[in-house]
């Protein structure tokens, strides 16, 4: 479980026009279920992932994971990442990339795990190229895959489908769908509202840094996540 | 030390890839062969005496800030650039553990490179010269270590730089430092330097070449030998102590939007 208290965040604090990245964003993200993240650009989804994660640090407000601080070594263990920026280099094998992320996540020897993933997105037959040399979505595919390796118990997904093609994307939504009922919990931020609709239990929106609305789509007709955030931007404006 | 020994071996695996090895491999034959060229001339007997310490001090102290400029340039800001710290520290690992893999990443790239490169092309060089060799192994292992210590403190130096500078620039600015402390410190402003305390203390700590000036008092047992590695430890503890304060301060999203 995320809990996340009346975090903000500016940058550029002391210029002319500072940011507010996020101002009093508060949510809970419960066990065992698949969270959307969904707002406009610059609405602050990064900002708060980036701030789970550690790579920022919050000016005020609480993050906790599993009642315990985010920033602890012991709850990074429990979390795994997609990034939305994948690393690319000439000099590393897809397979060394994945037992790397594999060994630091605390898995060493987890081959079997790998080969599993490997086979279920379609990625046999480039294990041993380099980073630098597979394709913009099967960089996409080798994050998610790292993000998965272990035994996480949260998975964070930054716009997970956005080099995806069609197929590897209803792959995916498959993928998720599995690992939905093994206790994991899943953050997934994505532009596209028939993808989160499709995949997620519940969805958050962020606009202005602020959490605004939380939907849940067991009480949401199919197709309605898309009016609803229509009906929100209008308010808004 | 477990995330330590993985990120190594993963630095280690990254950075020797088989054209590096191939270039490098070259570059050993070649040092290899012409270490061997006295033997093809034929030189006359001189009977000369040759000290393997004072050669192996000039042949280290030219290659290990070479090798350490080799290795270390763009260290870190290389690895912010390509997301390749976000996606370390998105894992269970501390950003010091992160630095201390570099540190010994880049030891470890050292001793391989002045053996191969520096050491054993001396030792076939002299055997090839034949000429009469003075090698007392336990002050030559000492005068190695000693010079590793000077490369540890290059490496601190570089990584710090690394941490502020972005890209490969930090290669240029560690250059122009070991160029300024070569030249000008040691050379034009030396005497200047022996009159003013302050402009003393100042060389020492931001020119640091303490543990190369301790190896040439070794044999004297002064107190010039211990002030001089104490200057050198100073100078070491400096800039680590700054390479982990930069590094927590670090933006590693710098290149994101």
């Given at each position: 479980m995320i809990e996340i208290e009346n975090i903000t965040k500016t940058f550029?604090?002391?210029?002319?026009y500072p940011i507010?990245?996020?101002?009093?964003a508060s949510c809970t993200i419960g066990h065992n279920k698949v969270y959307g993240l969904i707002g406009a650009n610059g609405a602050g989804k990064t900002t708060l992932i980036r701030i789970i994660l550690g790579f920022e640090q919050q000016d005020s407000g609480t993050i906790s994971i599993n009642h315990k601080s985010n920033l602890l070594i012991d709850t990074k263990k429990l979390i795994g990442y997609q990034s939305d920026l994948p690393y690319i280099s000439k000099s590393v094998k897809l397979i060394d990339y994945l037992k790397m992320n594999s060994a630091l996540a605390?898995?060493?020897?987890n081959d079997s795990q790998i080969d599993e993933y490997l086979v279920k997105f379609k990625l046999t037959g480039s294990y041993t190229k380099s980073l630098a040399e597979l394709s913009k979505g099967m960089r996409q595919k080798a994050e998610i895959v790292s993000a998965f390796?272990?035994?996480?118990q949260i998975v964070i997904l930054d716009e997970?489908?956005?080099?995806?093609?069609p197929i590897a994307t209803l792959e995916l939504r498959e993928f998720i769908n599995s690992k939905r009922n093994t206790g994991i919990t899943i953050l997934f931020s994505s532009h596209h509202l028939s993808e989160v609709e499709h995949i997620c239990d519940n969805v958050l929106l962020i606009d202005s840094g602020q959490i605004h609305k939380e939907f849940e789509m067991a009480n949401i007709e199919k197709g309605a996540l898309e009016e609803e955030f229509r009906k929100f931007i209008t308010e808004q404006n | 030390m477990k995330n330590i020994s993985t990120l190594v071996y993963y630095d280690l695996k990254r950075f020797w890839i088989l054209r590096r090895i191939i270039i490098l491999s070259v570059f050993f034959v070649l040092a290899v062969l012409l270490s061997l060229l006295p033997l093809t001339i034929n030189l006359p007997n001189l009977k000369i005496e040759l000290n393997f310490n004072t050669i192996l001090q000039s042949v280290l102290s030219f290659f290990i800030p070479v090798f350490v400029l080799m290795f270390t340039g763009g260290i870190i800001s290389n690895d912010i650039r390509s997301y390749y710290l976000r996606t370390l520290l998105?894992?269970?690992?501390?950003k010091e553990e992160y630095l201390c893999s570099k540190y010994l990443f880049s030891i470890i790239n050292l001793i391989i490179t002045t053996i191969l490169f520096a050491i054993i092309p001396t030792l076939i060089g002299l055997y090839s010269y034949q000429a009469n060799v003075n090698l007392n192994i336990a002050t030559s292992l000492i005068t190695y270590i000693f010079y590793l210590i000077e490369g540890l403190l290059f490496i601190s130096i570089s990584i710090s730089l690394s941490t502020i500078v972005k890209g490969y620039f930090n290669i240029f600015i560690l250059a122009i430092w070991i160029f300024l402390e070569s030249t000008?410190?040691?050379?034009?402003?030396s005497n200047l330097v022996s009159f003013s305390k302050p402009l003393a203390i100042f060389s020492d700590f931001f020119f640091p070449a303490g543990f190369s000036e301790a190896v040439k008092l070794l044999d004297t047992h002064s107190i010039l030998f211990y002030e001089s590695i104490m200057w050198g430890l100073a100078s070491l503890t400096f800039f680590v102590s700054i390479s982990f304060y930069q590094i927590n301060k670090i933006n590693i999203d710098a290149n994101s939007d």
């Amino acid at each position: 479980m995320i809990e996340i208290e009346n975090i903000t965040k500016t940058f550029k604090k002391y210029s002319k026009y500072p940011i507010k990245a996020l101002n009093n964003a508060s949510c809970t993200i419960g066990h065992n279920k698949v969270y959307g993240l969904i707002g406009a650009n610059g609405a602050g989804k990064t900002t708060l992932i980036r701030i789970i994660l550690g790579f920022e640090q919050q000016d005020s407000g609480t993050i906790s994971i599993n009642h315990k601080s985010n920033l602890l070594i012991d709850t990074k263990k429990l979390i795994g990442y997609q990034s939305d920026l994948p690393y690319i280099s000439k000099s590393v094998k897809l397979i060394d990339y994945l037992k790397m992320n594999s060994a630091l996540a605390g898995y060493n020897n987890n081959d079997s795990q790998i080969d599993e993933y490997l086979v279920k997105f379609k990625l046999t037959g480039s294990y041993t190229k380099s980073l630098a040399e597979l394709s913009k979505g099967m960089r996409q595919k080798a994050e998610i895959v790292s993000a998965f390796i272990g035994q996480p118990q949260i998975v964070i997904l930054d716009e997970p489908t956005a080099a995806l093609d069609p197929i590897a994307t209803l792959e995916l939504r498959e993928f998720i769908n599995s690992k939905r009922n093994t206790g994991i919990t899943i953050l997934f931020s994505s532009h596209h509202l028939s993808e989160v609709e499709h995949i997620c239990d519940n969805v958050l929106l962020i606009d202005s840094g602020q959490i605004h609305k939380e939907f849940e789509m067991a009480n949401i007709e199919k197709g309605a996540l898309e009016e609803e955030f229509r009906k929100f931007i209008t308010e808004q404006n | 030390m477990k995330n330590i020994s993985t990120l190594v071996y993963y630095d280690l695996k990254r950075f020797w890839i088989l054209r590096r090895i191939i270039i490098l491999s070259v570059f050993f034959v070649l040092a290899v062969l012409l270490s061997l060229l006295p033997l093809t001339i034929n030189l006359p007997n001189l009977k000369i005496e040759l000290n393997f310490n004072t050669i192996l001090q000039s042949v280290l102290s030219f290659f290990i800030p070479v090798f350490v400029l080799m290795f270390t340039g763009g260290i870190i800001s290389n690895d912010i650039r390509s997301y390749y710290l976000r996606t370390l520290l998105s894992r269970p690992i501390s950003k010091e553990e992160y630095l201390c893999s570099k540190y010994l990443f880049s030891i470890i790239n050292l001793i391989i490179t002045t053996i191969l490169f520096a050491i054993i092309p001396t030792l076939i060089g002299l055997y090839s010269y034949q000429a009469n060799v003075n090698l007392n192994i336990a002050t030559s292992l000492i005068t190695y270590i000693f010079y590793l210590i000077e490369g540890l403190l290059f490496i601190s130096i570089s990584i710090s730089l690394s941490t502020i500078v972005k890209g490969y620039f930090n290669i240029f600015i560690l250059a122009i430092w070991i160029f300024l402390e070569s030249t000008l410190i040691n050379g034009i402003l030396s005497n200047l330097v022996s009159f003013s305390k302050p402009l003393a203390i100042f060389s020492d700590f931001f020119f640091p070449a303490g543990f190369s000036e301790a190896v040439k008092l070794l044999d004297t047992h002064s107190i010039l030998f211990y002030e001089s590695i104490m200057w050198g430890l100073a100078s070491l503890t400096f800039f680590v102590s700054i390479s982990f304060y930069q590094i927590n301060k670090i933006n590693i999203d710098a290149n994101s939007d």
